[in-house]
């Protein structure tokens, strides 16, 4: 079993900035990718960003590249999603996750923290 918990979710207007943060704790042995998902409301849960737990090879989606970035300590145990320029759309409950092998659907990955609520205001 792996747990996650995600941590840095907040209010912040057009813009802004945030940073959320994932603690992973458990048998994380097998967490070769880490990725995050949102999910707002009424729509489903999408892929954001992943990253390789070897080399940190990094991965994400088309509407967020070159806003956020993702990062990970794996002494830690822990993964990073730092979100700039955010927008009223990046609005969504953001979920860490981890898999074995890559993947950017919800199926690929075997574990799932609780989410943090990101809004942003226009």
């Known amino acids: 079993q792996v747990q996650l918990v995600e941590s840095g979710g907040g209010l912040v207007q057009a813009g802004g900035s945030l940073r959320l943060s994932c603690a992973a704790s458990?048998?994380?042995?097998?967490?070769?990718?880490m990725g995050w998902f949102r999910q707002a409301p009424g729509k489903e849960r999408e892929f954001v960003a992943a990253?390789?737990?070897?080399?940190?090879?990094?991965y994400y989606e088309v509407s967020v590249k070159g806003r956020f970035t993702i990062s990970r300590d794996n002494a830690k145990n822990m993964v990073y999603l730092q979100m700039n320029s955010l927008k009223p759309e990046d609005t969504a409950v953001y979920y860490c996750?981890?898999?074995?092998?890559?993947?950017?659907?919800?199926?690929?990955?075997?574990?799932w923290g609780q989410g943090t609520q990101v809004t942003v205001s226009s």
């Open positions: 458990g048998r994380t042995f097998n967490m070769n990718y």
């Open positions: 990253i390789s737990r070897i080399g940190g090879s990094t």
């Open positions: 996750a981890t898999a074995a092998t890559y993947s950017a659907t919800t199926r690929g990955y075997d574990y």
